[in-house]
T-cell receptor, first 112, second 111 residues
Framework: GAGVSQSPSNKVTEKGKDVELRCDPI?????LYWYRQSLGQGLEFLIY????????KSGLPSDRFSAERTGGSVSTLTIQRTQQEDSAVYLC??????????FGDGTRLSIL | KQEVTQIPAALSVPEGENLVLNCSFT??????LQWFRQDPGKGLTSLLL?????REQTSGRLNASLDKSSGRSTLYIAASQPGDSATYLC??????????FGTGTRLQVTL
């Protein structure tokens, strides 16, 4: 399909482990976004990429969170030393300026 | 800091009714406003995007309006159907195309 693809769809891990979440954007979309959706906080912006650079990282909640994008395409969001409060659905979106963002189905992360 | 509020939080209507969902935002310096639909366990589907210079957008049975100066938007759904049952989110775009989301309205359309 031509949509935004995220993997894995579900991830269960133990507290303290590192996790990597992957996002494959729609081909040609220069902008890529990560959001987090949790019960208590709603949908929150994490980070924005334009090409391979991240001009806005203001939503990353702590230095345990990092993200990169390579080749202007695939992006990975890494959470180190996971905590229970990291449990949420992590959504990726891609788009172009002033056009609707297209969302993937998300990765549901559960920290035991 | 931009804050987006949606009222009501939940709504149940019988099939065929017209309905209005409300969205308000605190900072009128926006580039655009979008309405999304989210089905359980799924991502978001963009329904309508209204640029800051526009007053409304229409797509099929959906009509969204924007009053930027008062910080308000409404989503009007005509002749509701059970398939319209979902959570509806509004989001405003500020700097760097970053979306700030409302808390959503959970809609149920009953037979």
């Amino acid at each position: 399909g031509a949509g935004v693809s995220q993997s894995p769809s579900n991830k269960v891990t133990e507290k303290g482990k590192d996790v990597e979440l992957r996002c494959d954007p729609i081909s040609g979309h220069t902008a890529l976004y990560w959001y987090r959706q949790s019960l208590g906080q709603g949908l929150e912006f994490l980070i924005y990429f334009q090409g391979n650079s991240a001009p806005d990282k203001s939503g990353l909640p702590s230095d345990r969170f990092s993200a990169e994008r390579t080749g202007g395409s695939v992006s990975t969001l890494t959470i180190q030393r996971t905590q229970q409060e990291d449990s949420a659905v992590y959504l990726c979106a891609s788009g172009t300026l002033n056009q609707p963002q297209h969302f993937g189905d998300g990765t549901r992360l559960s920290i035991l | 800091k931009q804050e987006v509020t949606q009222i009501p939080a939940a709504l149940s209507v019988p099939e065929g009714e017209n309905l209005v969902l409300n969205c308000s935002f605190t900072d009128s310096a926006i580039y655009n406003l979008q309405w999304f639909r989210q089905d359980p366990g799924k991502g978001l589907t963009s329904l309508l995007l209204i640029q800051s210079s526009q007053r409304e957008q229409t797509s099929g049975r959906l009509n969204a309006s924007l009053d930027k100066s008062s910080g308000r938007s409404t989503l009007y759904i005509a002749a509701s159907q059970p398939g319209d049952s979902a959570t509806y989110l509004c989001a405003v775009t500020g700097t760097a195309s970053k979306l700030t989301f409302g808390t959503g309205t959970r809609l149920q359309v009953t037979l």
